[in-house]
Every structure is written in C-alpha cells, then in structure tokens.
C-alpha cells in the first residue's frame, strides 16, 4: 500500500514542476513582449519628437514652411500632440493665416490645458489678429503660471503701447526690462514704441 501512495504522489510532483516551468516560460515571454512593447513606443516616441525638435528649431530661425511641415509631420505620428499644434498655429499664424493658426493654437489647449507655452503662443495669435484684449488675457495667463516671464511681461507693455495707455505700457515695459536688460534693444526697434522715442522716461528706460 505504501509504495501504491507514493506513486500518485510521484506524479503530482511531475505535473506541478512542469506546471511552474510553463508558468516561468509563460511570465518570460509576457517579459519579453512587454519589453518589445516598451521598446517599440519608445521608438515612435523618438520619431514623433524628432518631428518636434526640428519644428521648434526651425521656428526659431523664422522658417514657417518648414515649421509646419514638421509639425503636421509630427501630428500625424501623434494626433494628440498638444506641442505640435501650438507650434504649428503660432507659425501657420506668422506666416499670414491666423484664422488657421487660432484653430490649431485651440486644439492645443483641448489637447492640454496645461500647455502654458500654448497659451504664449494664442496670446500672439491673438495679437496677430488685432485682438488685443484677449491677446493680454493669455499673456496675463502665462503670467499665472510663471510671473518673471520676460516676454509676456513685454507683450503686455506692447498691447498697452498700442492701446495709446502710455503710463501703463511703460511702466510693464520697466518690469520686462528689470527681469531682462536685453528688451531694452527690442524696445527701441519695434513699431510699437516708435512713437516714444521723444519720450523721456522710455529713453532712459531704454538707454537712448
């Protein structure tokens, strides 16, 4: 009787050590697809970016047509690319079509309302368009998120500017200069303040 019990028990034994050896293969492979997975996405990811680096790249030098062809590139490599459409709006918007710009700079922010480079980008559109109220109310938005932002702090001072409120562009204008002395040779060039040049505070606010 004795020797009749082990062999059932022999052969459970067997059963449950194959068991556990397919249950390791089976976790091995679930691993290594995973990390197929993984490394696919990660691949694209670097696609779509790429995309995305020459786009700002080539917006930074003032090429729109190559801008948004990097960024309608990207865009279809990832559909729900907040970056891409921003980008893509505030060159489409520099190259003449605000319309079409304004459309692409709003799906940005349905993409993500956190986009807060996106919401520099709509407050020049906006300016684009002579919308200058709602052009101040995105820069006052970037302001929100980042208070020493030199260049909303100047889109402000060029809104009151050629809004005829001189006391208050000039004093947002001292503010952007305070943060970063290098507005001070924007201010002096730009059409927006052409008209103070005789003016004495903005020449010594500027150095003229």
């Given amino acids: 009787m004795k020797r009749l019990l082990i062999l059932p028990f022999i052969a459970l034994t067997i059963v449950f050590n ?7 293969d ?3 492979n679930t691993s290594k697809t995973t990390e197929r997975v993984q490394e696919a996405q990660k691949n694209e990811l670097i696609k779509v970016d790429s995309h995305l680096i020459a786009a700002k790249q080539a917006l930074s030098t ?8 990097e960024a309608t590139s990207s865009i279809k490599d990832n559909p729900n690319s907040s970056e891409a459409y921003s980008v893509r709006g505030f060159a489409t ?12 700079t709003k799906k940005a922010y349905d993409l993500d309302p956190n986009n807060v480079a996106n ?4 407050a020049m559109v906006y300016k684009l368009q002579g919308q200058l109220n709602d052009s101040k109310q995105w820069f006052e938005k970037v302001l929100e998120k980042d208070p020493s932002n030199t260049w909303s702090i100047y889109g402000i001072a060029t809104i009151y500017a050629d809004q005829g409120d001189d006391t208050k562009a000039l004093d947002w204008l001292e503010k952007a200069i305070n943060i970063d002395p290098s507005v001070k040779a ?3 060039e ?3 303040f052409e008209r ?3 003016n004495t505070r903005f020449k010594t606010l500027v150095g003229l």
């Fill in 18 to 24: 194959v068991g556990c050896s397919l249950l390791v």
């Fill in 26 to 28: 089976e976790q091995a």
């Fill in 62 to 69: 003032g090429d729109y047509a190559k801008t948004i062809e």
């Fill in 93 to 104: 918007a520099l190259k003449g079509d605000t319309t079409k710009g304004l459309a692409d």
């Fill in 119 to 122: 919401y520099y980008n709509m």
């Fill in 186 to 188: 924007v201010a002096a």
């Fill in 190 to 192: 730009q059409d927006h």
């Fill in 196 to 198: 103070f040049h005789n």
